[in-house]
């Protein structure tokens, strides 16, 4: 089958061609095509929008990014982009590449994505084995890309974190979303939110005119991943570290 041929699927308010049909380049690629033809969407925090549904924690595997040379590479073009009123930073705490989304603690359970608390202590037990075949690996942070909800950095990982998210995917009690996880998952480092709708083209051309979509922000070893309880009541999303795995 063709690839225009394939169905589309949703992804931060765009669609787009199943990213198992190309390369991860290519994709990201794809993306950055529709810059001048999206408008920003908005993304509120807190837990009262149709994403937390009033729930406030939610249990997720990431990496997060202690590096601090790239870190302040990081908060420097966040500094300068934040000149588009529209453009809200997230705080360098929250800098990660996520792994799996789990969806929301929420007991007794109403949606088809909530977990009780014992199940996600489970399914941390259970991500020891899932991990243990993985060694330490480098990855590349490099270019700014848009999609209507966020601005993000685009990862060279040689598909690792793809891997990663796969393996979670075979732990009991774990749902596969579609058009997010493997063989259709993503690599990305989101830098900021959007708190109004407004035309992408000025903050598209800001970020090619300072050569931000060719910028390598630095190379970094993942040497451990994280199972997080994301806590969604502030301004900000804040992490709480559930349990740390060491690559090998």
């Not at 190309?22 to 807190?46: C, H, P, V």
């Not at 979509?213 to 630095?218: A, H, L, T, Y």
């Not at 451990?224 to 690559?247: A, N, Q, S």
């Amino acid at each position: 089958m063709k690839r225009e041929d394939r169905p589309g699927r949703p992804w931060n308010g765009w669609v787009f061609e199943l990213i198992d049909m190309m390369n991860i380049n290519e994709y990201y690629e794809k993306l950055w095509a529709r810059r001048f033809d999206i408008q920003s969407e908005i993304t509120r925090g807190g837990v009262n929008n149709d994403f937390a549904k009033g729930r406030r924690l939610h249990p997720a595997f990431l990496f997060r990014l202690e590096d601090e040379s790239i870190v302040n590479k990081i908060v420097e073009v966040q500094t300068d982009l934040g000149g588009f009123d529209f453009f809200d930073p997230f705080p360098k705490e929250y800098l990660h590449i996520t792994i799996k989304v789990l969806g929301f603690i929420n007991e007794p359970k109403v949606y088809s994505n909530d977990l009780t608390r014992g199940e996600v202590d489970t399914i941390a037990e259970h991500a020891s084995d899932a991990f243990s075949s993985f060694s330490r690996f480098d990855i590349t942070l490099y270019g700014i890309n848009l999609v209507p909800l966020v601005s993000f950095i685009q990862v060279k990982d040689d598909g690792i974190f793809g891997q990663l998210n796969n393996s979670v995917l075979k732990i009991p009690d774990v749902k596969k979303r579609e058009h997010r996880d493997f063989p259709n998952f993503m690599p990305h480092m989101t830098i900021s939110r959007f708190n109004s709708r407004e035309d992408m083209s000025q903050l598209a051309g800001a970020i090619e005119n300072n050569r931000y979509r060719d910028k390598i922000f630095g190379t970094t070893e993942v040497r451990t991943v994280e199972l997080v309880i994301v806590h969604l009541d502030g301004d900000y999303p804040v992490f709480e570290t559930v349990e740390r795995y060491d690559l090998r």
